[in-house]
């Protein structure tokens, strides 16, 4: 299991949010290519990074930002996620060195697409499924759908999808533990990888995960609990390797 530092940009600057609230964020740093290397020294094999103003507007707004922190570590995987809405941004970051890209509104809004996606870049294509009670939301989280974040996962099982994130959006930022039930129901509905994210304070959020990792969780992203301290990302990523031995 990957342990993923978070990079959240908006506005150019490495920030975190509460519950998805763009009123409600703590700027971490005004440098993202050196906030990325922090987390290089640290021993990251993946990083996530969420464009925040681009989750609003629909398409990338710090996509500057974005492709400097790939051109600057050629050789480590990266996810991007946030106003990714057409074919021609993916193409755009994955020829700016992105390993990966996440496909949140679109895939709830038109779920065909990302069947779309995966054919044109097989591999490189994550949906993003951000829950609040288990209902999905999209838009920056700003509108939440009737939709089950299972009953989605579901729907995107056969279409190549290379893994989903899946994010408890009550528990954002809000360092009160990852929801560890609600992210293994998607993991068995879809029998697609999940990456967890939102909550996860300290170990022993780290520990919980890496006790079900067998039904198909492949990773967690952290944000704040790093860059606040409560979780030491080298020591977490060491106990997950533990694990795997």
Known sequence: MLIIPAIDLKDGHCVRLRQGEMDDSTVFSDDPVATAQRWVDAGCRRLHLVDLN???????VNGDAVTAIAAAFPDLPIQIGGGIRDL???EHYLS?????VIIGTQAVKQPTFVAEACRKFPGNVIVGLDARDGRVATDGWAEVSALLATDLARRFANDGVSAIVYTDIARD?????????????VAVAGGI???ASGGITNMADIR?????QSVGIS???TGRAIYEGTLDLAAAQRYCDQQAD
Do not use: Y
């Open 54 to 60: 681009g989750a609003f507007a629909g398409k990338p």
């Open 88 to 90: 021609q941004t993916i």
């Open 96 to 100: 700016a060195g992105v390993g990966f």
């Open 173 to 185: 930022g809000m360092m009160q533990g990852v929801n560890v039930d609600a992210t293994v129901d």
């Open 193 to 195: 990888p999940v990456i």
């Open 208 to 212: 919980a995960l890496a006790e079900v």
């Open 219 to 221: 990773g967690a992203i």
